[in-house]
């Protein structure tokens, strides 16, 4: 079995709570979804925090840190914290998690860019909260900032807690500006970057721009990284699957699509998880293991972590 790395984006802050009934909110509820999905086979599990009342996306540490401890107390998968947050969040408040828990892994995007989810708003005529279409309609006018200054401090953050960033890529000249960060030795080998495709802002979820995405990374860092793919909405399982014989990783999850097949919704994390799996396995693939993880991505240990 040839083995490769699953990530699951657990609830994120793109999707609200109107769009789907089984999207966690809750900390307990957003944890266990974590651990379900870890047992299902995720090897990775990506953690947002929402308010447990609205569902709106926040950067309070508490929630986080309730989030973090129940995953960490109850299975072995590596937690990766977001440092994206929320469209509603500073950077600031974006990053502060990262001292206070010292993750194995965060993420880090890696550009300054249109981040527009505005278009869905005509889908729903009505909503359960008051935040969700004016949160939605916001992003027309947002920009997502991760300016070069943001990444050297959220990398000096990163090294200082000992967390390795797991770095988003959106589009092609966000691996340039990767590949500038590493060149001036803010980052270490194995440089790991997650392609996401499929966001109104960069670039589409096709697999000729993933191939143009891992020919791009592959020129510029050669053997000195691994990726995994991300596509938002009805492509999460082909893209993920391309990423998968192309020899890197996938990410599935409620975070990125809410939908298991055309017509039917994911109940769970783990359903999604599942799914990946039994793709994987008819092509001979087994995700990596939590540990095995740890190796290939050479993390510091979940001992070393403060949940
Ligand atoms: N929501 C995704 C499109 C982050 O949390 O740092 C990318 C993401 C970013 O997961
Ligand atoms: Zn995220």
Known sequence: ?????????????????????????????????????????????HVHARDPETGIPTGDINIMGEIVSRIHSKC???????????????????????????????????????FALFPVVEKFKEWKHDWEPAYLEGSKEFIFRNTFKDLETIFQVMKDSGTKPELEAYDVGHLHNAFFCFDRQL??????????????????????????????????????????TIAAGRNEFALGTTSMLLGGGARVGLEDNLWLEKGKMAKSNAELVDKMVRIAREFGYEPASPDETREILNLKGRNQVNM
Not at 19 to 32: E, G, H, S, V, W
Request: with cysteine.
């Open 1 to 45: 079995m040839k083995k490769f790395i699953l990530n699951c984006a657990v609830t994120g802050a793109i999707h609200t709570p109107t769009m789907a009934p089984y999207l966690p909110i809750k900390p307990r509820d957003i944890a266990q979804q974590a651990i379900d999905a870890v047992n299902a086979g995720a090897s990775t599990v």
């Open 76 to 114: 072995d998968g590596v937690i990766c914290i977001t440092t994206g947050g929320g469209m509603n969040m500073t950077v600031e408040q974006r990053i502060a998690s990262v001292p206070e828990f010292k993750p194995e892994l965060a993420s880090c995007n890696l550009g300054s860019m249109n």
């Open 187 to 228: 980052l270490t080998e194995p440089v790991y970057i997650q392609f996401v495709m499929g966001i109104l802002g960069g670039i589409d979820a096709t697999i000729p721009h993933l191939l143009h995405m891992k020919q791009t990374a592959d020129a510029l860092f050669k053997d000195k990284y691994l990726f995994s």
